[in-house]
């Protein structure tokens, strides 16, 4: 028997995944001795690119494939074609007629095939993941595999404001998990993996959101010399101050805030008066209707 204690990120292995993420779910469901169950997966895609589930759905589990782009889910079904998995082309909401529940509850597997349990639900839209785990009511699905945003530190509680795309702290989505009976189990760089306390407890063993055992992302913050600085967070990570910097998801990239030559604990009067001039004259060039309502974060 696999010691509670081991660390489930010695299983990451993609078979279709991005980051490891389907060979931890299979340590998982090892260890809960489910060789056949029930999944969800909402924000599909095609049911195979970066999918968390694919390796399930090519292994006899049965469920539901959830896309609510028009294109993908064309895709989708082309893909997916065994008669125990259902596709469904929905945006999932929080309320009104597309919730989850709605969704799974008025599906053909839960009328026709009496399909009822949800050993894992996997949780995938890069904007209200959370508000749509805390709408869920009629299922308790024994596995949650959440995407969350790895650029914000983790004492910092935040939820996605609702239809936006900024993406959910792993610190507000560990204390819902908390507090409705889950316990985290592993992660990878930008997925929390949660199981059910109730049937968990003699397989693994619960990490808190801070364990250094866990890696939740980059962490960007200034020196006193006016340095960004790029760390990764979990112990031993080095850390950078690279001259061009990528913006996570966007691809775009930006210079460090302070020229080189600007980066020093103290500057005399004239560089000091030479770089906030510059400062300056870079935002009014770049950004002049910013620049205009001078409106700074302090």
């Not at 061009?244 to 080189?260: E, H, K, N, T, Y």
Request: aromatic content about 12%.
């Amino acid at each position: 028997m696999t010691a509670p204690n081991e660390l489930l990120s010695s299983y990451a292995n993609n078979a279709f995944s991005q980051a490891g993420e389907d060979g931890i779910l299979r340590e998982i469901f090892a260890r809960l001795k489910i060789d056949k169950g029930t999944f969800c997966e909402f924000g599909a895609w095609d049911g195979q690119f970066l999918s968390n589930t694919h390796y399930f759905y090519k292994n006899g589990w049965s469920g539901w494939y959830i896309e609510g782009d028009r294109s993908r889910y064309e895709d989708l079904k082309r893909n997916i074609t065994e008669p125990n998995i259902e596709n469904i082309c929905a945006f999932i909401t929080r309320s009104g007629a597309d919730t989850l529940d709605k969704l799974l509850v008025n599906s053909k597997l839960y009328k026709e095939k009496n399909v009822r349990e949800l050993d894992l639900l996997s949780i995938d839209i890069d904007s209200d993941d959370l508000a749509i785990w805390k709408s869920v009511k009629e299922f308790r699905p024994k596995v949650v595999i959440i995407e969350f945003n790895p650029t914000i530190p983790i004492d910092v509680f935040f939820e996605n404001p609702l239809g936006e795309f900024k993406g959910n702290s792993a610190r507000s989505i560990y204390e819902h998990a908390q507090s409705i009976g889950y316990g985290l189990v592993a992660n990878t760089r930008c997925n929390l993996i949660f199981v059910d306390k109730s049937i968990g407890a003699a397989h693994f063993t619960f990490l808190e959101i801070d364990d250094p055992s866990l890696t939740l992302g980059d962490r960007y913050f200034f020196g006193y010399d006016g340095s960004l600085i790029v760390q990764q967070t979990g112990n031993g990570a080095e850390h950078s101050v690279p001259e061009l910097i990528r913006v996570p998801w966007s691809g775009m990239r930006f210079a460090q805030p302070v020229d080189r030559i600007f980066r020093k604990t103290s500057l005399n009067r004239p560089l000091r008066r030479l770089s906030h001039f510059l400062s300056k004259l870079r935002i009014a060039l770049l950004h002049p209707l910013i620049f205009l309502t001078r409106k700074t974060y302090k």
